[in-house]
DNA sequence: AAGGACTATATGCATAAGGAATATAGCATC
DNA sequence: GATGCTATATTCCTTATGCATATAGTCCTT
């Protein structure tokens, strides 16, 4: 039973969509960041550490800087391994700009959605 | 210029995760429905009629009932072609609780997420 | 009654987003 | 120099979804 409905909501399959890309977008906004830094900042927008995916975080920022909305270069000096630092292009920012519309629309979405259900009056 | 930016939002992949299908549970909560008849109500959620892929909704309602979240029957008598007529199962409105609970989630975060895009105070 | 327009459902092909696992490599510390 | 951590990258796979096309019955018009 309890299963079932595990069966239908399960998995990692609730993101909304390119979400993450808009997350970086905005956190790049007035700071550069690299990898695995962005991680812990990604924290403020809902995403656990452990439900974010690395491998896609790297494959977003790399397919971020083929679509010119980020630039990345390697870190000089600093300790550890070496980072790439990732900043935000005027491209991206105006994508960014963009990206706060189409959220804009699905957040109306979403609440139309709800209050509709709680129209329902489900005991 | 204008062109690059159309090229980063362009396209139909704005749509969110799995939308389609809890707005489809829901309308199916309390009254029947079938494919073609569902999309005129789909426009309630925002969906404009050529933004909404036929083919899609069809195989999005096979799915459903492949998961027994929703049966069909064939419609008796009536005018025009034969419609597959929809409802909902009991597990389709548990389903249908806790995506709502999802919803809630994701509304939250585009909030986060608009409401520190606010706080750069772009001009 | 033949043709065309419309309603309704279904399917094959392609792409994009994203998860899991794994690879590579430098640095730190013991 | 062995182990473990940080950091980045890549391969394989599944899922969601769009586009185009197929099929078939009904209705309307001439």
């Known amino acids: 039973m309890i299963e079932e409905h595990a069966l239908f909501c399960n998995g990692k399959h609730h993101k909304m969509e390119r979400f993450l890309e808009v997350c970086l977008l905005l956190l790049l906004y007035d700071e550069v960041g690299y990898g695995y830094g962005l991680i812990e900042k990604l924290v403020f927008f809902g995403f656990s550490e452990d439900e974010l995916n690395v491998s896609t975080l790297y494959r977003t920022l790399r397919k971020m800087e083929k679509e010119d909305l980020v630039t990345s270069n390697w870190e000089e000096g600093g300790p550890g391994p070496r980072r790439r630092i990732y900043e935000t292009t005027e491209n991206g920012k105006n994508g960014l700009?963009?990206?706060?519309?189409?959220?804009?629309?699905?957040?109306?979405?979403?609440?139309?959605?709800?209050?509709?259900?709680?129209?329902?009056?489900?005991?």
């Open 97 to 123: 700009n963009q990206w706060i519309q189409i959220l804009k629309v699905r957040k109306s979405r979403i609440e139309k959605l709800i209050s509709r259900y709680d129209d329902l009056n489900i005991v």
